[in-house]
Each structure stands twice: as C-alpha cells, then as structure tokens.
C-alpha cells in the first residue's frame, strides 16, 4: 500500500490558523508554554504544503507528559507520537484543523534548528524555491508512507542548512 503526498499551493489563512491554535495553546498551559512558534512548510510564505499547521511548543521537560499533555489533550489535542530517543520529541494532533503539535524541552538543539530553518527560507528566495521545487518532485512520487517522503527531503534540507549556519558564523 502506497499513499500520495498532496501539496496545496500556500494558502494566506495558514498564520491566522496558526495564531488561533497558538491562543488556544496558550490558554490550556498558560506560563507552561515557554515558546510557540509556526514551524514547517505552512510558515513560509509562497511554498506550497501539506495542508497541516506544524506549530513547535517549548515546555520545560517534554519527557514529563502529565505536566502538559492532561490540559493539551483536555483542549482537543491527543498525543500520537513518543520519540524519547531523538530529542525526548512528542507530537500531539490537532481535532479543530489538521495541527501537528511537536514537544521540545526547552534548550533541545532541535528548536534553534527548525526555527533557522524557517527564518532562512522566508529571507532566501533561491534556498525557498529550492526547497519547493524538491518537495513538489517528491510530492509526484508513491510513499509507502508520509515519513519516507519526510525523510527523502534530508540530504535538501541538510543542504540548506549548512548556508544558514555558515552565514550566521
């Protein structure tokens, strides 16, 4: 069994989808939620995605789901993913809108990561084209599932990467 990657060109209601859902994040942990932020292809003006809201939550420890799964999930969020190994990762799912909520701990390397990311592609257009034009290639291919398509944009996103990082050296 294979699945499709269907990309919808950018849609401007996608920062007010998120901003609702970040009010509502807010509202449920309250001072718990250290940072907030829009991440993944949704947050990048002009690109073309998967029509889920990747939103990035900063917690004090992710690894301790009672401190803030109880209140997320009680406003409509379920945990669906636990991945202690790579960086004490959760993600919890949206009921309001396709939401894709992923949990760091605060300090986790991963969040200055994807935050580079975003920032770099909404500043660089040839990096931002770059990025659209190889997720919409892999778009156009069978999956046996929505990781695998994930995981083909690595050696792009490494790529991309490495300018950002040794531009801000």
């Not at 909404?122 to 994930?150: C, G, I, P």
Request: aromatic share 8%.
């Amino acid at each position: 069994m294979t699945c499709k990657i269907l990309l919808a060109d950018y849609d401007q209601r996608w920062p007010e989808l998120f901003r609702r859902e970040a009010d509502r994040i807010k509202a449920a942990l309250g001072s718990r939620a250290l940072s907030i932020e829009h991440i993944g292809s949704t947050s990048v003006p002009g690109v073309a995605a998967k029509p889920v809201i990747d939103i990035l939550l900063v917690v004090a420890n992710s690894a301790d789901e009672g401190a803030y799964a109880p209140a997320l999930e009680e406003a409509g969020y379920k945990l669906t993913i636990r991945e202690p190994e790579w960086h004490q990762h959760r993600m919890l799912q949206g009921a309001a809108c396709d939401i894709n909520l992923h949990v760091f701990s605060s300090g986790c390397e991963e969040i200055g990561r994807v935050i580079l990311f975003r920032d770099w592609l909404r500043e660089h257009a040839e990096d931002r084209d770059l990025y659209a034009y190889k997720k919409s290639e892999l778009a156009r291919q069978e999956w046996e599932n929505v990781q695998n398509y994930a995981d083909a944009k690595t050696a792009v996103v490494a790529q991309i990467l490495e300018r950002a990082l040794q531009a801000r050296a």
